[in-house]
């Protein structure tokens, strides 16, 4: 198999490993959260890449046209897309509610909070 | 995009970061349109780089931190994403080749659905005849995730006003 | 950015389209790329691109809150009830084929009632989610 067949699964897979990069390194959270989205769009291309064929054209069906790409995928990105916003909105109101909690949105910082309050509670 | 995406991980003032993620949804949307998925690319221009955006600043906004700080070495994260990464090179050798009208994904059910949805459904979008027909509970499903999140934030961000209502009595 | 003439006359310009388009998008998602999700998207960044503008009170009296409360739930029971009137008329849950005599035209109604219980939903709780956010405020503690 040559590099041009496979591109697509490279370019998918270097955009996964971007966003896990910056799911785990980051300690700002909001930052968390946009690695996470990058990490869904890899996903999303990841499933689409497959069903293109060359020369086809989108799935509408129309009489001048007799190869189309596969619908399939579409089909579960489509959802994929808005469960995805979905969990973008619940997981930035988490944090807008930590950040009035522990008044800082940087992980360690909460950490060190949550830690110290233990400390303080069990002594 | 690549580029894109390796300015979004060396930024640090959040700001820009969440511009560049609105630069990123554009492009992955041209990609997905040269990849003939124009439903999905729509969605993903609407829902990625209008309403992300929004969420993303209006959240910014309200957290007031706009930088985020270097934090223990990079390195661990680094090794273990690079880890990951090859994990995943070496599963897409397995993959079929692009473009190829013999991978398993165009031979099972979708020649049918193909062949099939303009007769039964009379729609000539066949993702929509698949999404609101064929597949109907899964749609049924996401609306319902839909309206979950919906009602989570609801539940997340009420209690502010009795909050600050006891405030202004006390 | 009530003052700037610029994005005034812009807005006022672009929303109605927007609003028009969303609709489009809807019913012409049978036809062409759209649907349910992308028309209640563009529905949603329209009301919130006049938020922006205008301020956030002049969008809430434009989509009140209780409205727009409504319409996260109704879009979710519209679809449940078109999936009850298949089981009503005779047929299983959710089954298009007996909405009409016609079985063709009786999963056309359906799908579009579908897609109409979506977009309904979708933009009813993108919009919900904005104004959350956007009318919380900083504390006022550390102003």
Known sequence: MSFASHYAYGVTIFLMVAGLYIL??????VKKLIGLG???TSVYLLYIAPGKLIGGTAPILAPEFTVYSNPLPHVLILTAIV??????ALGLAIVVRIREAYDTIEEDEILAADMAEDAGQRS | MAVVVVAMVVRRNLFSVVVLAGIYSFLMASVLVALDAVDVAMTEASVGAGISTVLLLSALYLTKGEE?????GPWIPLVVSIAVGGALVYGSLGLPAFSDPQAPIHTHVVPR???QS???????NVVTAVLASYR???TLGETTVVFTAGAGVIVLLRLRKRRAENKAAK | MRGDLVLRVISKLFIPFMLLFALYVLFHGELGPGGGFQAGVIAAAAIMFYAIIFGLPAARRLAPDAV???MVAAGVLIFAGVGVAGLVLGGNYLDYFVLDRNPVRGQERGIFWVEVGVAVTVSGVMLKVFYMFAGRGRDPEDA
């Open chain 2, 136 to 138: 109907g509970y899964d």
């Open chain 2, 68 to 72: 985020a700080k270097p934090m223990r």
């Open chain 1, 24 to 29: 785990i390194a980051s300690g700002n959270l």
């Open chain 1, 38 to 40: 990058i990490f869904q």
């Open chain 2, 113 to 115: 659905y193909l062949q």
């Open chain 2, 118 to 124: 303009l007769k039964e459904t009379g729609v000539p």
């Open chain 3, 68 to 70: 727009v409360e409504a």
């Open chain 1, 83 to 88: 469960v995805g916003v979905a969990t973008l």
